[in-house]
């Protein structure tokens, strides 16, 4: 048995590929943490993350199988489930066997792990759009933080650029200490510690008033029905939310 | 007073309307702009009644001039009153807008003065929003019945969604609950606004950069259950409206008791929810799934069933259809499966194509096959477990309970005979399922 490890990065992912279709090889792929225990009788190789065999092995997804293979790809390594690794080289095999009728194998059960994972992920990203709160710190600064299941920040740029492209934001992932940081014209991903979301704001902002004002008056009460409230918006993310 | 009071008294006027949709336009920001729209729609928050917030809703004044009987702000009522200025509700919009709690404004008013009065000053809000403060996101608005219909086409081309409430089914429920409402004028404007999004369309085929009008399309809504009207009346109603007025949405509103006193409206404790959920998935067969109004319902059964959804109603009405095939079924049938919607009936398309679907895969693509499994069969079998006929399945469908055989043709022999007991029915089919 020959288990492949690499760094967590996507690209590190993509290179563990490419080494196992080039070294003939079928291993088991993992993302390599931290105090990980190897396995005693198995092979373990450490992937070097290659920039250039990654761009191959991406190049050849969108031209051999298709497009939306790549994005279901990228998007199933944002889930960050447990061994979805594995379940994305699959995938990728088969979809290389195959070519772009890969998604057509909807019950297929090498197919179907990415999809579900792809489809969560797309499904929360969604629901952060609606549900990422900024709050006013500066005269022209945003900051939101939030604490997702899966790793969505990278793909909630696209749309806040475009949307709020004239004010200053940062959307802060509190678990996985990392922000999305856009100064109206370009947005990086960096490094920022969780804690710092704690730290009390200094001005009071009236809109967040209003708005739980708002929140609270615009509900019938003949009607109330918190099971399909919680059915709509997980209690897991009440957290960042102000109004509740 | 202070902007708080008066979005309290204005939000809460506003919440009996319950359009709060946010998708089909997608319209761009511009430089130096605020906001954008999401053609998918995007929900930002649910209220504690498991409604959806995406728009900020509200009423630019509740003082109003008419005196409808089912409606909380009419002139009888002794209510908190107040108005916002066209500048306030700009900068609530604004401000929410850049905090992301919602994805756009929802502006209706009562009547003041006149229904033209009334237009001029929603006019005056949305002008502010669209062009000083340069916001480009989502805007829905109510054409006023009565109003000059040169302001509403003014107005319309600066919003993403107009709406005319028809509020009662009925002329005389109408004339009745609404006496200053009546259809003509409700229709009026409604058909004018049709006729402007039809033609602004061509236009924008020739002229790229013609102003749109209403991307989102008209909407409208209706009360159920204030006036008598049946189901099959209103659903014919909203086809109409689909087929003549090309309206992207009828809402449906359960009637909530808000005025107690008025010998013309029904007295109830609760509203009829659960009637308006089948006429919402009524709704839904008529515009996603090809039925039409006269095969969900007819003059012998007026009203939806409220056990059973109008699709499986239809579905054991007409059993003869099934069960269909899910290798060979065409798309129009698939979706006539009660069960498999929109997306369940593609993803059958798709998977199909490479493989000849079982049971179980349906099951693996997460195909609900609560409901499905008594009307299909899968390469040739049925998984049903009843025969097909439309008293059993009606009864396996609505009451879950003792949906298994009440003279079920074995019997678990006892290991312990002595013991005198006989086994339930529950018993039996703990012994199947293996369940405690």
């Known amino acids: 048995m020959i288990n492949y490890y690499y760094d967590g990065s996507f690209e590190g992912l993509l290179t563990a590929i490419y080494e196992a279709y080039y070294r003939r090889e079928s291993p088991n792929i993992f993302p390599e943490q931290k105090n990980m225990q190897l396995q005693m009788l198995a092979t373990n190789v450490k992937i070097e993350t290659s920039e250039e065999k990654a761009s191959k092995v991406y190049e050849a997804i969108h031209k051999k199988i298709s497009y939306n293979a790549l994005k279901n790809t990228y998007h199933a390594y944002l889930s960050e489930i447990k061994g979805i690794s594995q379940d994305i080289f699959k995938y990728l095999k088969f979809g290389f066997k195959i070519g772009e009728k890969v998604d057509l194998y909807l019950s297929d059960e090498k197919v179907l792990p990415v999809h579900k994972a792809a489809k969560s992920v797309q499904r929360e990203r969604h629901l952060i759009l609606g549900i990422l709160r900024f709050k006013s710190l500066h005269d022209d600064l945003y900051y939101a933080s939030y604490e997702p299941h899966h790793n969505v920040t990278a793909l909630l740029i696209s749309h806040f650029s475009k949307r709020l492209s004239n004010q200053n934001w940062i959307i802060h992932d509190v678990k996985r200490n990392i922000a999305a940081v856009y100064d109206k014209s370009n947005c990086v991903i960096t490094d920022l510690p969780g804690k710092i979301y704690r730290q009390p704001i200094a001005k009071a902002d009236e809109y967040e008033n209003l708005f739980k004002e708002f929140f609270n008056s615009v509900c019938i009460k003949e009607r109330i029905n918190p099971k399909l409230q919680k059915q709509f918006l997980p209690k897991r993310y009440w957290k960042h939310l102000i109004e509740k | ?436």
């Open chain 2, 1 to 436: 007073m202070e902007l708080q009071e008066k979005l309290k008294i204005l939000s809460s006027a506003a919440k009996y309307d319950v359009s709060c949709s946010s998708s089909g336009s997608n319209r761009k920001n511009t430089k130096g702009g605020i906001g954008n729209g999401a053609s998918c729609g995007i929900c930002h928050s649910w209220a504690d009644d498991g409604r959806c917030i995406s728009l900020l809703k509200i009423l630019l004044t509740n003082y109003c001039i008419y005196d409808c009987s089912y409606c909380v702000n009419r002139i009888s009522n002794d209510v908190p009153r107040a108005s916002f200025t066209p500048n306030e509700v700009a900068n609530l919009t604004i401000n929410f807008y850049k905090r992301n709690y919602i994805e756009g404004l929802f502006l209706s008013s009562s009547i003041i003065k006149s229904p033209s009065y009334t237009m001029e000053l929603l006019y005056e809000s949305v002008r502010l929003l669209r062009e000083e403060y340069r916001f480009n996101g989502y805007i829905h608005i109510k054409a006023i019945p009565g109003a000059d219909l040169r302001i509403i086409e003014a107005t319309g081309i600066l919003v993403d969604r107009m709406s005319v409430n028809i509020e009662l089914p009925s002329n005389n429920s109408l004339k009745l609950l609404a006496p200053q409402k009546e259809k003509e004028s409700i229709l009026k404007p409604m058909g004018f606004i049709t006729s402007k999004i039809i033609e602004k369309k061509d236009e924008r085929k020739i002229i790229k950069r013609a102003p749109g009008f209403v991307p989102a399309g008209q909407s409208t809504q209706m009360i159920v259950g204030a006036s008598p009207e049946n189901d099959l009346s209103i659903i014919r109603l909203s086809e109409k409206l689909y087929q003549h007025y090309k309206l992207k949405r009828v809402y449906y509103s359960a009637y909530v008791p808000v005025n107690s006193s008025s010998p013309n409206l029904p007295a109830i404790n609760n509203p009829p929810l659960l009637r308006e959920h089948r006429l919402y998935q009524a709704d839904w067969l008529l515009r996603f799934y090809g039925f039409s109004a006269g095969e969900l319902l007819d003059e012998k059964t007026p009203n939806f069933d409220i056990k059973l959804d109008p699709k499986a109603n239809w579905a054991l009405n007409n059993i003869n259809l099934f069960p269909v095939e899910i290798n060979k079924a065409d798309y129009e049938m698939l979706l006539r499966v009660p069960g498999i919607g929109v997306r369940s009936a593609y993803k059958i398309l798709k998977a199909r194509k490479v493989k000849s679907l079982n049971y179980d895969d349906l099951k693996k693509m997460g195909i609900v096959l609560k409901r499905a499994k008594f009307f299909i069969t899968c390469k040739g079998k049925y998984n049903g477990g009843l025969d097909i006929n439309d008293k059993l399945i009606r009864y396996a469908l609505t009451d879950n309970v003792k949906t298994y055989d009440a003279n079920p043709k074995w019997e678990q022999i006892s290991l312990f005979p002595t013991i005198d007991k006989m086994p339930t029915v529950n018993d039996n089919f703990m012994s199947i399922t293996g369940e405690i």
